[in-house]
């Protein structure tokens, strides 16, 4: 199986193709970097994405508070992800940071603080 | 509807006629109402057009038009002292820059004089340019007609209306004429939604729907033909305002593409003049777009695409005699048709609620003056007219006014809660009621302050405001 | 007041830190509910990549700076907005409104200018067609999504492929609505690949190139619109297409919001739509400064701080009574779009920020005066989306006559 992508690791945009090996290990032609090696890998084996989204708050004034996975997620887990997020509902106050939820294994925390409203 | 007497008169159609005929009915004892089938006033032809007041010289007099136009221009002072609309006499100029439109401009100037037009003036490129210098050298004479003016034409329409219902006017909107029945003293109208009202007479000021409200209705056969024009808005920092409003020398069907300093101090460009057959059809093309520039630098050399900040199109609905039709029904009794009202009706407006009143009287209907008539309405101030003093009393006596919700035309919370209270309730409705959302940035940063104002006022839940009645809806839905 | 700051985001809220730093009073006057500006509705992360060497979103990049503030003790006016801004002797007056305190009058030794940017619009674009609800502006969107929480529609069309609009792209396919195109009038894209990748590409959404929107249909909301190719240099209508939605962002451009500027009698350029600025940051009038997007559009908010915080410090050295002993002009050459400021102090190291023309990689950027090179850097890649700062030091500028022009190139 391959992959065909544009390298997003610096702003020169090499396209590069990454392809599965008969012996399990993954090519990669067209890089400039190993950056680049490394995400192509990556995109082939483990898509991840770093999810930002906002979820609901009680408060009327400012009713969503951003959030964010703390680290990137497997991409295909990001449709589930979402769903929970947006059911999620979080009382005020909130500081930068806090957990807010594991969902899937992955830490959902606040994009910023909100006080009281 | 309050008891089951008939109303005196019903008028259809909420633009600047229909609003003008009940302020003026409104000044004798008489029930009135009057319908619309949008939901807010002056949402048709009224709102979009050049909002000039015309300066009397363009049509003969033979022209009912042109009668009604030199006899409501003389109104303005009035009506603007009484209604507090922004309005300006600035003044018009009609531009020649070839020798055989001075020709055309001898005819205007004599129509001009036999029409009575205050102050007319034959104008030699001198003076053209001393009255406007940044006309285009090519300028050979002209005409000035100091009479002439500019005004915001839903301000007016609005004004109109408050006006009228301050004076026991009833509103309906939504309101869309299905069918008229007569019953031999009076006229049941019913609406699409299933309302209905009775009205000994009827007049039917319905604009570029009057055929279908005169069918309605049994009437005679309204041949109207929608003629679109399209403009272009200039910021106004645009270095092409001029001080008077321009005009080229008319053509068969129009009196051209004009550059007009509009009185909120922006420029509008336009209009064209082309007859189509969708009288729905509000959509600007890029081919008459490009024909307002090449017809704008004629006159303003200095106009430029880089200034545009929006663009609209109006439809005129228009007769084949190309007048005017304000008479009683041929057909039907009790029916006054008033149709083909397409420039200069702005102007003519005032004239049109005096000549329907006398028709209605000429009829027999008693008009008996009404004693309690307020011919003021409340004036809502404007921050952005505000001095810094006049603005911190504003502000102590309403805070609202200190936060600026439209920060390209600098308009405060206060006034569009004051929109919102008058029943403006559609966001095209708060902009022309307040001006915001028509400035350079087009609603970009106050439209979302806006949602939020009027969900608060009115209770609204987000998903049902919309721009401009019926399913414009902004939003979809909530996460 | 020593210097008064309009506007709360990135850039008025480093230069004002910056100012405190340095010992003098800095109040900042905000128009919105809180500091922050537009990162609190760029939810998405990406910033302070340089900054904080975190990839850090928008809101978590603002507040580092809010908490600086509010530890500095700078005075901050919120819901307040200027409405003008003028020379009085020697302080800067600002009329303010504000639902609290009434009209009021900010005198201040110094004035920041760092309002930001407003958005290009339909209107500017003059896409024929009606005038339906559902058209709006990508920030627009952004703000009602990210912070009201409301979907604008479901059948979307994105006009422009700046990073703005990309962002929505995907932020809207993550709502649950379906984007079905986003079309970019230039053969390139104007947005970073990044973002062409992980919000286009990551949804398969088509992006055609070289593409207008050359009418929008619907009645009461949108229907659809019409796209039509450019094929050379001009518009096909044979090659025409219909999408139908019904929303359409656009995502066309950003204007510095200079219109207080102007207020002030401040001098704009047209080849930034921002004040013309000298080696300090100070606009044609003696005593305000301008500073991030008002100044020029930038696209990373990391540079919005740098270049903030080196104005705060000019700012600083203003009040203190401190002006460069000379300063000498720089313009763009060739394959510049334009450089800023428009002067440098040639006793000491200057931050230059210039957009290229062209888009290669290994390009070189030379800086030429007098006939001889005084600066020449390769850089891997440029491209007209991408700013690039330069900083020209002391030793890159000896031996210049006072009237000197230095020119800044790309090939």
Not at chain 2, 215 to 234: C, M
Not at chain 3, 8 to 32: F, P, T
Not at chain 3, 207 to 231: A, K
Not at chain 3, 344 to 372: C, F, H, M, S, T
Request: include cysteine; hydrophobic fraction near 40%; proline fraction near 5%.
């Amino acid at each position: 199986m391959k992959k065909e992508l544009t390298c997003i690791s610096c702003p020169i945009g090499c396209a590069m193709t990454a392809e599965y090996q008969t012996d399990g290990s993954v090519a990669v032609t067209g890089n400039q970097c190993s950056r680049g090696a490394q995400y192509a890998r990556d995109e082939l084996v483990d898509p991840r994405r770093v999810v930002t989204a906002t979820c609901r708050t009680e408060s009327l004034s400012h009713p969503r508070l951003p959030v964010r996975s703390k680290g990137p997620c497997p991409r295909d887990q990001i449709p589930s992800l979402l769903e929970e997020i947006y059911k999620m509902s979080v009382k005020l106050p909130v500081r930068l940071g806090d957990v807010l939820g594991v969902l899937g294994g992955v830490e959902i925390v606040a994009s910023r603080s909100m006080p009281p409203r | 509807m309050r008891t089951n007497d008939p109303l005196d008169v019903l008028v259809i159609g909420a633009g600047v006629s229909g609003a003008s005929i009940a302020r003026k009915l409104s000044a004798y004892e008489l029930d009135v109402a009057l319908v619309d089938k949008e939901c807010d006033v002056s949402f048709g032809t009224s709102k979009s057009n050049s909002g000039i007041i015309h300066g009397g010289f363009h049509h003969s007099v033979r022209h009912l038009k042109a009668r009604l136009e030199i006899r409501g221009n003389a109104m303005f002072d009035q009506l603007h002292k009484e209604l507090g609309f922004p309005f300006r006499r600035c003044g018009i100029l009609v531009v020649a820059t070839h020798s055989d439109e001075m020709k055309v401009i001898g005819q205007l100037y004599a129509q001009g004089v036999e029409n009575g037009s205050v102050g007319i003036e034959m104008c030699s490129r001198e003076r053209m340019l001393e009255l406007e210098p940044k006309l285009s050298p090519d300028v050979l004479g002209g005409l000035h007609a100091p009479s002439g003016g500019i005004i915001e034409p839903y301000r007016f329409v609005f004004c109109l209306v408050e006006s009228a219902r301050r004076n026991g006017v009833q509103l309906h909107t939504d309101f869309k004429v299905a069918a008229g029945t007569f019953d031999g003293a009076s006229w049941l109208v019913r609406a699409e939604d299933g309302r209905s009202l009775r009205a000994r007479y009827v007049v039917n000021a319905a604009g570029l729907f009057a055929d279908e409200v005169s069918r309605a209705f049994q009437a005679e056969e309204i041949p109207l033909t929608p003629r679109k024009g399209e403009y272009f808005l200039l910021d106004r920092s645009t270095p092409a305002c001029p001080a008077r409003v321009l005009f080229p020398v008319p053509s068969h069907n129009s009196k051209g593409v004009l550059v007009i300093p509009t009185v909120e101090g922006t420029v509008l460009v336009g209009p064209t003049a082309k007859d189509i057959h969708d009288k729905t059809d509000l959509s600007t093309t890029a081919e008459e777009l490009e024909k307002i520039f090449d017809y704008a630098k004629r006159l303003v050399p200095r106009v430029s695409q880089g200034d545009v900040i929006t663009s609209f199109a109006g439809l005129r609905p228009v007769l084949k005699d190309e007048d005017f039709f304000i008479d009683f029904s041929s057909v039907v009794p009790q029916l006054i048709q008033v149709a083909g009202i397409q420039s200069p009706g702005l102007t003519a407006s005032p004239a049109v609620g005096e000549y329907v009143k006398d028709l209605l009287r000429k009829a027999g209907v008693a008009l008996t003056e009404k004693k309690t008539f307020d011919p003021f309405i409340e004036q809502v101030p404007r921050l952005r007219e505000a001095g810094p003093w006049e603005a911190e009393s504003l502000i102590q006596a309403d805070p609202r006014y200190g936060n600026v919700v439209c920060r390209c035309e600098k308009v405060s919370e206060a006034e569009i809660v004051a929109a919102i209270r008058k029943g403006h309730t559609t966001m095209d409705g708060i902009k022309y009621f307040t001006r915001a959302g028509m400035g350079r940035c087009q609603g970009g940063f106050c439209t979302s302050r806006i949602l939020k104002i009027l969900t608060r006022e009115t209770g609204m839940a987000p998903e049902r405001i919309t721009k401009k009645g019926r399913e414009s809806f902004l939003l979809r839905g909530r996460l | 007041m020593d210097a008064a700051v309009v506007g709360g985001g990135a850039a008025g809220m480093a230069a004002a830190l910056e100012i405190r730093k340095r010992g003098a009073r800095a109040c900042i006057i905000e128009r919105d509910d809180e500091l922050g500006g537009i990162l609190l509705q760029c939810i998405h992360n990406g910033f302070g990549l340089h900054e904080y060497k975190e990839d850090l979103t928008g809101p978590e990049y603002a507040e580092r700076a809010v908490r600086g503030v509010g530890e500095a003790g700078i005075a901050v006016f919120t819901r307040t907005t200027v409405g003008e801004i003028t020379a009085n002797g020697a302080a800067r007056e600002l009329t303010c409104y504000s639902a609290d305190h009434g009209v009021m009058r900010i005198f201040a030794r110094a004035a920041v200018l760092a309002m930001g940017c407003r958005e290009r619009n339909r209107g500017n674009l003059r896409i024929p067609g009606s005038r339906p609800a559902g058209v709006y502006t990508a920030g627009l969107v952004q703000r009602l999504v990210n912070m009201e929480g409301y979907i604008p529609g479901r059948d979307v069309v994105i006009i422009g492929s700046g990073d703005i609009g990309l962002i929505m792209a995907r932020r809207l396919q993550w709502l649950g609505c379906r984007v079905h195109a986003v079309v970019e009038i230039m053969p390139y894209p104007s947005g970073l690949t990044r973002n062409i990748v992980q919000c286009l590409n990551d949804f398969s959404i088509p992006l055609y190139l070289s593409h207008v929107v050359s009418r929008i249909h619907g009645v009461d909301r949108v229907e659809g619109l019409d796209v039509t190719p450019i094929r050379n240099g001009a518009p096909d209508p044979a090659g025409q297409f219909h999408i139908a939605c019904d929303t359409i962002l656009l995502s066309v451009g950003l204007i510095p919001e200079n219109e207080l500027s102007k207020t002030a009698g401040v001098l704009i350029t047209p080849e930034t739509n921002g004040p013309v600025v000298d080696a300090t940051m100070m606009t044609s009038v003696d005593g305000i400064f301008a500073t991030g997007n008002v100044l020029h559009v930038h696209d990373l908010v990391d540079n919005v701080s740098d270049e903030s915080r080196l104005t705060g410090g000019f700012v600083a050295d203003y009040l203190s009574g401190t002006r460069p002993a000379r300063q000498v002009r720089v313009k763009p050459g060739s394959n510049v779009r334009y450089v800023n400021p428009s002067r440098v102090d040639p006793g000491r190291g200057n931050r230059l920020y210039l957009r290229p023309l062209i888009v290669k990689n290994k390009a070189e950027l030379a800086v030429r005066a007098e006939n001889r090179q005084l600066r020449r850097v390769v850089l891997n890649h440029v491209q007209p989306s991408e700013m690039i700062s330069l900083t020209l030091r002391e030793r890159d500028m000896t031996d210049l006559s006072p009237d000197a022009v230095l020119e800044v190139s790309l090939s």
